[in-house]
């Protein structure tokens, strides 16, 4: 009696020793009635669960059931889960999990056949198949990024139907305009497949809306597109003529109805899952169109794997992958890195304590966004703070001699042009004086001819710097 009312007296500050001694006096005491009062009155203590503390994690239920089991990222989802213990004389049932301290997982439990949010935890992550709870582990990282804030400027979302020739159907797709999009300026764009999805799970429209707010990224517009025959348009047997119809006639579309940079290096395509897939397939087809790309969690087909393995393409890469995602994916995503590593492809590349969940994609879609639209310098702003330093960039090889033209958006006091191949070796560095804003012929002289292929032109003031991929054939 006097170690249990001891007990209750110390629960307020509840630490790993004390939860444990909790189960131990649960576990090793005879009388119910002690052991339900001693339930109660760390249930009001303890409002929230479950209960994470360094790398380890409490989830409790109480109720009446003959069997409760804990499923969800950590399980792949399975129906066996884990078996929660019910302590003898008592409705309340735990099971005691080790996790990285910096996970987050979605979960849900099992009451007979029915699958349950877990009662008692208010923090709940929209799924393809409705709403799981969420766990977040003690060093889960804050992301400000994904706080809602009345406050900041906010976009606007324009929708259509959009009519496929090369798929002969049709879909909705939206659109996102930065605040105070202007047709004077030209801005760059992301695709993001499963759009609707993007759009109504992951809360893409307000993630970018906030990471422009907080200056971490440039004002861009995001193009939302759904699948309508998803795995053969991702994956299958349609995936050409999926291709053709973002390449050709949605990217054409954006570029007639809006206005948008045209240069690759200020356009990418995105996706998770199986959308990552077509997503890499997308910038793989069309490295003119696409110079960037993220697949999150992501199917890699073979084509994929050996089209980046044979034929290295001037494409800035993000890829990532859970910890405890689909077992199958995993080796693929690590498979393709290598890829991307030993063609000295410009990628990131981050695993994650988390699942195959829109929760995941979410919590990481900053990283490819700040990764391919970083902000202007502030000392480059001015009343045209959104426009790139270099725009409408064209370029031509001629044996030893390559032509540029290119928009120049503020006057510098001094350029330097550099060429690159894609392991980052300088071919070549020209130094420019002062320059005017506006239209620019310049040319670059190399030592020797160089082959066809993927390389990089670098411009840089003393102020920024701006890489873009270029081709030649």
């Keep these: 009696m006097r170690i249990f009312i001891a007990f209750l007296l110390s629960v307020i500050s509840l630490n790993a020793n004390e939860i444990e001694s909790f189960i131990s006096l649960l576990n090793s005491n005879a009388d119910s009635l002690m052991k339900m009062k001693a339930i109660d009155s760390f249930m009001i203590v303890n409002k929230t669960f479950p209960i994470a503390i360094d790398t380890n994690c409490y989830f409790l239920f109480r109720g009446k059931a003959d069997r409760i089991i804990l499923t969800g990222d950590h399980t792949q989802w399975s129906q066996r889960g884990d078996t929660m213990k019910r302590f003898s ?9 080790t996790f990285p301290a910096d996970a987050r997982l979605d979960y849900k439990l099992i009451n007979g056949t029915n699958w349950i949010l877990d009662p008692r935890n208010p923090l709940t ?19 400000p990024e994904l706080i809602g804030n009345a406050d900041i400027p906010k976009g606007t979302i324009f929708d259509t139907t959009f009519t496929s020739k090369a798929l002969n159907n049709s879909r909705a797709i939206k659109v996102y305009l930065p605040p105070d999009y202007s047709p004077m300026i030209q801005y760059p764009v992301i695709l993001f497949h499963d759009g609707i999805d ?3 799970l992951a809360k893409a429209p307000a993630i970018i809306d906030r990471l422009i707010a907080m200056n971490r990224i440039r004002p861009i517009i995001a193009v939302f597109v759904p699948a309508v025959n998803r795995t053969p348009e991702y994956a299958g047997n349609s995936i050409n003529a999926f291709t053709s119809f973002i390449n050709e006639e949605v990217m054409l579309w954006v570029d007639t109805r809006f206005s948008t940079s045209r240069e690759a290096i200020w356009r990418a395509v995105a996706g998770a899952s199986n959308g990552g897939n077509i997503a890499l ?58 890829v991307l590593e030993k063609r000295s492809y410009w990628y990131m590349y981050k695993q994650v304590n988390e699942g195959h969940s829109w929760g995941n994609w979410k919590a990481n879609m900053n990283e490819y966004l700040e990764f391919f639209f970083p902000p202007l310098p502030s000392s480059v702003k001015s009343n045209q703070e959104s426009l790139p330093l270099i725009m409408n960039l064209h370029y031509v090889l001629d044996s030893s001699l390559i032509q540029l033209d290119f928009d120049l958006s503020i006057p510098v006091k001094g350029l330097t042009i550099m060429l690159m191949d894609i392991q980052g070796k300088i071919l070549t560095e020209s130094l420019l004086t002062a320059r005017e804003r506006g239209q620019q012929h310049e040319a670059l002289l190399l030592d020797k001819p160089i082959s066809s292929g993927a390389y990089f032109l670098q411009f840089r003031t003393n102020k920024t710097m701006f890489t873009y991929p270029v081709t030649f054939k």
């Design 281 to 338: 397939y997308c910038a793989m087809k069309s490295p003119h169109i696409f110079g960037k790309v993220a697949a999150q969690s992501s199917n890699v087909i073979n084509a994929i794997m050996t089209g980046y393995d044979s034929d290295p393409k001037p494409i800035q890469t993000y890829i990532d992958i859970g910890a405890y995602d689909i077992p199958q994916l995993i080796p693929l995503v690590k498979q393709f890195r290598q």
């Design 89 to 97: 004389g008592t409705d309340l049932h735990m099971v005691k999990k």
């Design 198 to 200: 993007y759009v109504n």
């Design 125 to 143: 992550c929209p799924g393809g198949f409705g709403p799981n709870s969420e766990l977040r582990m003690p060093a889960y990282p804050d992301q």
